[in-house]
């Protein structure tokens, strides 16, 4: 962890729980890693290119602690939804959300309880967030899942994925196209990304 990252933790966590590492149960699986943070900066930079808007619908997959769900809340997304497998990881991202919620400009935060790679995406995502959360079937089972809402409701959807080590498995899907690269700063290692929209 870089300097960097420790003084964010330090001052953007104070009083909610999502800086440290977590293994879970649920994450004894090949396609499936345990939980690490995502940089506080990471989310904000990535939506300076994507944009917001009230007719967003913002969906963290492996949200873990909900720091990134927090985040997406505190812009003017119409709905924002964290999807864990971990019942208590997700116990602690609605405890820290609500101890944030007065920092919230989304009305709709959700956090769901359930496998990836069976959860119905919503007809209304339009932006989907990844930090390696996993990959193999499980990642594949997820696109496919969010193609399959695009095709049932033709949309554009962007997807935000951080350390995106499997991101051709993104353009293999032939549904998205590599609009944006973010490199991580020094001492940022997990913290490049790639954004993607549906084509």
């Known amino acids: 962890m870089s300097w960097v990252e420790w003084l964010?933790?330090?001052?953007?966590?104070?009083?909610?729980d999502t800086a440290t590492h977590a293994r879970r149960p649920e994450h004894e699986h090949p396609d499936r890693l345990s939980y690490l943070p995502s940089g506080w900066h990471v989310l904000p930079r990535a939506l300076r290119h994507v944009g917001v808007s009230d007719r967003d619908t913002f969906v963290d997959f492996g949200c873990g602690k909900g720091r990134v769900v927090h985040q997406a809340a505190r812009r003017p997304f119409r709905k924002v939804i964290g999807v864990e497998?971990?019942?208590?990881?997700?116990?602690?991202?609605?405890?820290?959300?609500?101890?944030r919620s007065h920092q919230h400009r989304c009305g709709e935060v959700e956090i769901v309880v359930a496998d990836a790679a069976e959860y119905a995406v919503p007809d209304d995502v339009t932006m989907a967030y990844f930090f390696h959360p996993f990959y193999g079937a499980t990642f594949?089972?997820?696109?496919?899942?969010i193609?399959?809402?695009?095709?049932?409701?033709?949309?554009?959807?962007?997807?935000?994925?951080?350390?995106?080590?499997?991101?051709?498995?993104?353009?293999?899907?032939?549904?998205?196209?590599?609009?944006?690269?973010?490199?991580?700063?020094?001492?940022?290692?997990?913290?490049?990304?790639k954004i993607f929209e549906s084509c």
Not at 8 to 16: E, F, K, Y
Not at 140 to 145: F, I
């Open 85 to 99: 497998i971990s019942p208590e990881l997700a116990e602690v991202a609605r405890t820290s959300l609500a101890a």
């Open 140 to 145: 594949d089972a997820v696109l496919r899942n």
């Open 147 to 193: 193609v399959d809402s695009i095709d049932r409701h033709p949309r554009r959807v962007s997807l935000i994925y951080v350390w995106p080590l499997f991101a051709q498995q993104v353009l293999d899907t032939g549904r998205f196209r590599l609009v944006k690269e973010l490199r991580g700063g020094p001492g940022e290692q997990r913290h490049p990304a």
């Open 8 to 16: 964010a933790n330090l001052v953007l966590d104070r009083g909610i």
